[in-house]
């Protein structure tokens, strides 16, 4: 069984900070991007920020400047480092994870249970 486990959400005051953690673990061969989406209420799931497995990044336009993805090659983990948080951050982040599993030879899907980030005063 493979599952990605998130944790780091949570309630912060404008001009914040916060670290998303995201642990890939089971059966995996390779993980190849990971990323984080996010959602609002009444939205549609959007990208946040993605890393390949050699280190390229993409990251929306939104959070250019403020937001940080890197991971743990070793560790199968992803991190998105969140700074100067504003409202408009406020929605469930959600680990993404294109992997191949032991015994396959193609990219599978995986995403995580999602994690609240609330920016608020």
């Known amino acids: 069984q493979v599952q990605l486990v998130e944790s780091g959400g949570g309630l912060v005051q404008p001009g914040g900070s916060l670290r998303l953690s995201c642990a890939a673990s089971g059966s995996i061969f390779r993980v190849n991007t990971m990323g984080w989406y996010r959602q609002a209420p009444g939205k549609q799931r959007e990208l946040v920020a993605r890393?390949?497995?050699?280190?390229?990044?993409v990251y929306a336009d939104s959070v250019q400047g403020r937001f940080t993805i890197s991971r743990d090659n070793a560790k199968n983990t992803v991190y998105l480092q969140m700074n100067s948080l504003k409202p408009e951050d406020s929605a469930v982040y959600y680990c993404?994870?294109?992997?191949?599993?032991?015994?396959?030879?193609?990219?599978?899907?995986?995403w995580g249970q999602g994690t609240q980030v609330t920016v608020s005063s």
């Open positions: 993404n994870a294109l992997m191949v599993l032991r015994g396959q030879d193609w990219d599978r899907n995986f």
């Open positions: 890393v390949i497995s050699g280190g390229s990044t």
